[in-house]
């Protein structure tokens, strides 16, 4: 039995799941183009049923992938029981580590605006307690299960292969350029180290789909609880207001270490963590020589561009 679940978690490669990653970053692009031409304007009004779309696609694509190939769906993903301790320590962390990514966000956006007029978030605000419930649910849950299915889940034990830590490090960067705006990449990217860290010290993608949801949930509360009567159209910060917010994020960094600390205390040995099988060097080489990365990144850089460009345009051209 041992065995044959061995030669089914072999069946993932990493030419299988960059392939896959490209893949989905294609058809994703193009639905996104497409749909941004035959709806326009009203792409903003249905922003909720994007999202749907976009989640389901997601599970989708890694779900169907591990059938056809006949891949343990319950070792890949990580279908493990989270411990009740790790789990307090993670939504204790949660929010500390929502302001130290939203700080490195928004270092990159102070920055920016003074290339481009940097828009404000498509997600609509919730204006009462039924829209906030309808939020959590579709921004909260559906991430957090669909996203990380594709990353904690396909993506890391894909790449585990090269060292449990490697892994983390390598699909937290595909998880900043998975989201495909320059706005939202080092936030994601930091979120990304972390829950790759607690899904790799629990051996549960529960753990993934706690941290990613609980995130997500807080950010949509504090909106609520913050929304302005006439949201902002553009993201607009002045250097006082950054260095409050880079303060913000210190303090939120200084905690998150501190819990950081308490939850790799109670997770020792609470799962098995590979050892490197090369140095950082040949890992970088490695994962660069695989032409669907490769491809990935030089659409998201093309994307980027594409977008300046057109926020440059809109800001200059009256």
């Given at each position: 039995?041992?065995?044959?679940?061995?030669?089914?978690?072999?069946?993932?490669?990493?030419?299988?799941?960059?392939?896959?990653?490209?893949?989905?970053?294609?058809?994703?692009?193009?639905?996104?183009?497409?749909?941004?031409?035959?709806?326009?304007?009203?792409?903003?009004?249905?922003?909720?049923?994007?999202?749907?779309?976009?989640?389901?696609?997601?599970?989708?694509?890694?779900?169907?992938?591990?059938?056809?190939?006949?891949?343990?769906?319950?070792?890949?993903?990580?279908f493990k029981k989270l411990d009740l301790l790790?789990?307090?320590?993670?939504?204790?962390?949660?929010?500390?580590?929502?302001?130290?990514?939203?700080?490195?966000?928004?270092?990159?956006?102070y920055f920016l605006q003074f290339i481009i007029?940097?828009?404000?978030?498509?997600?609509?605000?919730?204006?009462?307690?039924?829209?906030?419930?309808?939020?959590?649910?579709?921004?909260?849950?559906?991430?957090?299960?669909?996203?990380?299915?594709?990353?904690?889940?396909?993506?890391?034990?894909?790449?585990?292969?090269?060292?449990?830590?490697?892994?983390?490090?390598?699909?937290?960067?595909?998880?900043?350029?998975?989201?495909?705006?320059?706005?939202?990449?080092?936030?994601?990217?930091?979120?990304?180290?972390?829950?790759?860290?607690?899904?790799?010290?629990?051996?549960?993608?529960?753990?993934?789909?706690?941290?990613?949801?609980?995130?997500?949930?807080?950010?949509?509360?504090?909106?609520?609880?913050?929304?302005?009567?006439?949201?902002?159209?553009?993201?607009?910060?002045?250097?006082?207001?950054?260095?409050?917010?880079?303060?913000?994020?210190?303090?939120?960094?200084?905690?998150?270490?501190?819990?950081?600390?308490?939850?790799?205390?109670?997770?020792?040995?609470?799962?098995?963590?590979?050892?490197?099988?090369?140095?950082?060097?040949?890992?970088?080489?490695?994962?660069?020589?695989?032409?669907?990365?490769?491809?990935v990144v030089v659409l998201y850089v093309l994307?980027?561009?594409?977008?300046?460009?057109?926020?440059?345009?809109?800001?200059?051209?009256?």
């Amino acid at each position: 039995m041992k065995e044959r679940i061995k030669s089914m978690k072999n069946k993932l490669t990493f030419t299988g799941a960059n392939i896959l990653f490209f893949s989905f970053t294609i058809v994703f692009m193009l639905y996104q183009f497409l749909a941004g031409i035959f709806l326009g304007t009203a792409i903003y009004d249905n922003v909720y049923a994007v999202i749907i779309i976009n989640e389901l696609l997601i599970a989708s694509f890694v779900l169907v992938y591990c059938i056809v190939k006949k891949i343990d769906i319950k070792e890949t993903f990580r279908f493990k029981k989270l411990d009740l301790l790790p789990a307090i320590l993670i939504v204790l962390i949660s929010l500390p580590a929502m302001f130290a990514a939203s700080m490195l966000n928004d270092i990159l956006i102070y920055f920016l605006q003074f290339i481009i007029k940097v828009p404000a978030s498509s997600i609509p605000v919730p204006q009462n307690a039924s829209e906030l419930a309808v939020s959590i649910l579709l921004i909260g849950v559906m991430p957090g299960v669909c996203e990380e299915l594709m990353h904690r889940g396909f993506l890391l034990t894909a790449y585990e292969k090269r060292g449990s830590y490697k892994a983390v490090v390598i699909v937290a960067i595909l998880f900043g350029l998975f989201h495909f705006d320059i706005t939202n990449l080092l936030g994601p990217i930091f979120l990304g180290l972390l829950i790759g860290y607690y899904v790799v010290r629990t051996g549960s993608i529960f753990a993934g789909i706690l941290a990613h949801f609980m995130n997500n949930t807080l950010a949509q509360i504090i909106q609520f609880m913050f929304a302005d009567e006439e949201p902002a159209e553009y993201i607009s910060l002045s250097l006082q207001e950054l260095i409050g917010i880079i303060g913000l994020g210190i303090v939120s960094l200084i905690a998150v270490a501190g819990l950081l600390y308490l939850f790799t205390k109670v997770t020792e040995g609470k799962a098995e963590i590979r050892p490197p099988i090369s140095g950082i060097r040949e890992d970088v080489r490695a994962v660069l020589t695989y032409w669907p990365i490769i491809a990935v990144v030089v659409l998201y850089v093309l994307w980027t561009l594409f977008y300046i460009l057109i926020a440059m345009v809109a800001r200059f051209v009256p």
